[in-house]
């Protein structure tokens, strides 16, 4: 089956999960093929901020996503639904899982968000530790010049984490913290995650209709 995009999508302990969650569903919506890495601050910080447990092993994560995406979260919402057969392919990765394709310039995707990227993981990648599949898999977009987004969600920032995030700037990494705009007339909660996943969308080529942009409608 041809998909319309092969991503990576790394979660890690920064909070801001719905960041994370809702541009899954919308790259899934999307018939996008998304290889999930979850850190294992983030299964802690995902079920703190929502009713969402994430189970030991990659299958039952990845069933218990499609059922939390697909049934709890927005149901009428029509970016975010569609059939079945039309939200792509959801794989998740160990995090030691050093065959997954990610893992190789070879076989990984032509793009990877870390959303949330906690401030340990921005400071990993900036030193090329690859001591796990996400941080590898940051090293591997780096290496072959591959689009690499990492959402930082911390406040305030250290000039240690300026300075990472200055680093990989110069290397080509698009740094997007989740600080999202108002410009737009917010409702609600949803509509200030939905600002920032319209961002990634864009920056990934991937169509979106969560927001309109700057000067459509009038604004």
């Not at 703190?48 to 994560?61: C, M, S």
């Not at 599949?133 to 984490?161: C, N, Q, Y």
Request: with cysteine; hydrophobic share 40%.
């Amino acid at each position: 089956m041809a998909y319309s995009t092969r991503v990576t999508l790394a979660f890690t302990g920064a909070s801001g999960a719905q960041y994370g969650l809702r541009l899954l569903q919308c790259l899934l919506a999307a018939n996008a093929e998304v290889f999930v890495i979850v850190s294992k601050a983030a299964r802690v910080v995902i079920g703190t901020e929502t009713d969402l447990r994430l189970p030991a092993g990659t299958g039952a994560t990845e069933e218990a996503l499609r059922g939390y995406l697909f049934k709890d979260l927005r149901k009428d919402d029509p970016q975010g639904g569609g059939q079945p057969e039309k939200r792509g392919r959801l794989v998740v990765c160990g995090l030691e899982q050093w065959t997954a394709p990610v893992a190789s310039g070879s076989g990984a995707p032509a793009s990877m968000v870390v959303c949330p990227c906690s401030t340990g993981t921005l400071s990993a990648i900036a030193t090329g530790a690859s001591n796990n599949l996400i941080e590898r898999a940051a090293d591997v977009a780096i290496k072959e010049g591959r689009k690499l987004i990492l959402v930082p969600r911390e406040s305030p920032f250290s000039a240690i984490h300026l300075e990472n995030m200055l680093k990989l700037s110069r290397l080509g990494v698009v740094i997007m913290p989740a600080a999202p705009g108002f410009y737009h007339q917010p409702q609600s909660v949803d509509d200030l995650v939905d600002f920032i996943v319209a961002r990634l969308l864009d920056q990934l080529g991937v169509e979106q209709t969560l927001v309109p942009r700057w000067g459509e409608h009038g604004g």
